[in-house]
C-alpha cells in the first residue's frame, strides 16, 4: 500500500485526536487522523458530560441543542447520607456555560471525527497504529506505522491513542505506576428514568439494604440517555496504580440489586454486556512533548482524579496542542522557534491543571477508603455551602477571574501546591 504524507498525523480520533484534528484542519494545516476502528464504534464511558466538556464542543461550533440530538442536563443528583438525594445545580459561571450534556460516545465521536473531516481533515478508519517511526540520524518521529503495513509521514505527530498508547509505548514512555489510575464499567438498561434532566451520582454503595449493610468500595451513577435507556455504571479509584482486585461487574451487579425494583436495572432489562475500561490520571505518561510527538487525552494521563471525567480535558489538550503545532509549522519544525513552540505544550498543561491534579491526588488518598467517603458524605452533604463549594472544586468549575469567595479559594489552593 502506498504511504500517506501529511503535515501533521493524529493517531486516534476519539475526543481527544478529532478535536486535536479539528483545530489543526481549520488553520490550514494538512491533517491525517487515523482511526483503528470503523465508525459507528462504541467506548466504555459514562456518557455525560460536565459544563466542563460543554464549553469544548460550544468552541468547536457543534451544535448542542435538543433538537440535533443532546440531552440537556442541569446539575448533580447526589445520594449519599440520607434516603433523599440532594440536588445541586451546576454553577452559573462566567467562563463556562450552565448546562450539562449526555449522548453516546457510540455516536459522540463519530460526530465529532465527521466535524474534522467538515474542517479538511482527512479520516483514514481502519488504521490501527503500531509505533512511531524514528529517523536515525535527528532521532526524531517522522510517522507512524500501522498493523496492515502503511506508513504515514509528518514532521509531528500526536498520539491520542488512549491509556494503553503504542505510539508513546514505542518510544519508551510508559505510564508511571505511582500516579491515581482509575477503572469503570457500565451498561445500559431500559428504564422509565431515561429522561432525567439531572445526572445522577451515588456517593456511597452498599452491598445490602443502605445503612444496614457493608460499603462498597467506589461510586456510582446512573445517567438517563432520552432514549429509553439508562447508562448505569460504577467507578473505583486508587491513588497508585497499584491498585487492589476488585470484581468491578459483581460489585455492579450487587449495587444494582439494591436499587428500587421500579427503575428496572434488572438482567431482564440489561441492554449489552458489562464493559470496563482504565482512567488513567494526573498525567501518569510524560513528557506530553519529547522528539516530534504530542501526547493528547488519556495517552498523557490527562482524567481528573477528582471525578474520573477526560473528555473535556482531552478536547481543551486538543486545542492546546493545536494552537502549539500550528506554531511550530509557522516557525519551520525543527528550528529552535519551533521547538520553543511544541515546548510550550506541557508547560501550559503544567501551569492550568498540574496544581488541581495535584489536589485531586490528595483528594484519592482520603476518599480511596469506603469509610472515609462515608463520613465526608454524613457529615458534608447536608450543609449547603459546602457542597456548592464541593461541587465546584469535584467539577473544575469556577471563574479564574471576578469569581465569588469559593472561586477564589479553589483556584488560589490550585496555584499554591507543586504541579502534578
Not at 500500500?1 to 484534528?21: K, L, R
Not at 487522523?33 to 461550533?61: I, Y
Not at 455516536?107 to 471525527?113: I, P
Request: some cysteine; hydrophobic content about 40%; overall charge neutral.
Amino acid at each position: 500500500m502506498s504511504d500517506e504524507h501529511a503535515d501533521v498525523v493524529v493517531v486516534g480520533a476519539g475526543p481527544a485526536g478529532a478535536t486535536t484534528a479539528c483545530w489543526l484542519a481549520d488553520q490550514g494545516l494538512n491533517v491525517a487522523l487515523l482511526e483503528k476502528g470503523t465508525f459507528p464504534r462504541d467506548k466504555v464511558c459514562g456518557d455525560g458530560l460536565t459544563p466542563r466538556a460543554t464549553k469544548q464542543l460550544l468552541r468547536l461550533g457543534i451544535d448542542v441543542s435538543e433538537e440535533a440530538g443532546w440531552l440537556h442536563n442541569k446539575g448533580l443528583r447526589v445520594h449519599g447520607g440520607r434516603a433523599e438525594p440532594f440536588e445541586l445545580p451546576w454553577p452559573t459561571l462566567g467562563e463556562f456555560p450552565s448546562f450539562g450534556l449526555v449522548r453516546k460516545r457510540a455516536d459522540f465521536d463519530e460526530l465529532l471525527a465527521n466535524h474534522a473531516v467538515a474542517k479538511g481533515a482527512t479520516l483514514y478508519q481502519q488504521a490501527n497504529v503500531t509505533g512511531a517511526v524514528v529517523d536515525e540520524r535527528t532521532d526524531r518521529v517522522t510517522g507512524v506505522t500501522t498493523k496492515d503495513g502503511r506508513t504515514f509521514t509528518a514532521p509531528i505527530v500526536v498520539a491520542a491513542d488512549g491509556n494503553s498508547s503504542p505510539v508513546a509505548k514505542s518510544l519508551g514512555l510508559l505510564k508511571n505506576a505511582n500516579r491515581p489510575m482509575g477503572v469503570a464499567c457500565r451498561t445500559y438498561f431500559t428504564s422509565p428514568r431515561h429522561d432525567d434532566d439531572w445526572m445522577e451520582s451515588w456517593l456511597e454503595l452498599w452491598d445490602g439494604k443502605p445503612g444496614e449493610s457493608n460499603l462498597l468500595p467506589g461510586y456510582g451513577w446512573i445517567f438517563g440517555m432520552g432514549d429509553g435507556t439508562c447508562n448505569v455504571g460504577l467507578g473505583t479509584v486508587a491513588s497508585t496504580a497499584k491498585s487492589q482486585k476488585l470484581n468491578y461487574r459483581e460489585l455492579l451487579q450487587t449495587w444494582l440489586a439494591n436499587t428500587p425494583k421500579e427503575w428496572g436495572f434488572s438482567p431482564d432489562n440489561q441492554v449489552g454486556p458489562i464493559a470496563s475500561a482504565a482512567l488513567p490520571m494526573a498525567f501518569n505518561r510524560k513528557p506530553a512533548y519529547t522528539r516530534g510527538l504530542v501526547l493528547v487525552g488519556d495517552s498523557g494521563g490527562m482524567v481528573s482524579p477528582f471525578n474520573g471525567e477526560g473528555i473535556p480535558y482531552a478536547m481543551e489538550a486538543g486545542e492546546a496542542a493545536a494552537e502549539a503545532i500550528v506554531r511550530a509549522h509557522a516557525e519551520g519544525v525543527g528550528t529552535p522557534g519551533a521547538e520553543k513552540a511544541l515546548n510550550s505544550y506541557p508547560a501550559r498543561l503544567a501551569a492550568e491543571w498540574g496544581g488541581y491534579f495535584r489536589l485531586g491526588q490528595m483528594f484519592v488518598k482520603l476518599i480511596e477508603h469506603p469509610q472515609v467517603m462515608h463520613l465526608c458524605v454524613r457529615y458534608g452533604l447536608p450543609r449547603p455551602v459546602l457542597m456548592r463549594f464541593t461541587i465546584k472544586l469535584l467539577a473544575h468549575l469556577y471563574d479564574t477571574k471576578d469569581g465569588d469567595w469559593m472561586d477564589r479559594v479553589i483556584h488560589s489552593l490550585s496555584r499554591a501546591v507543586p504541579a502534578a
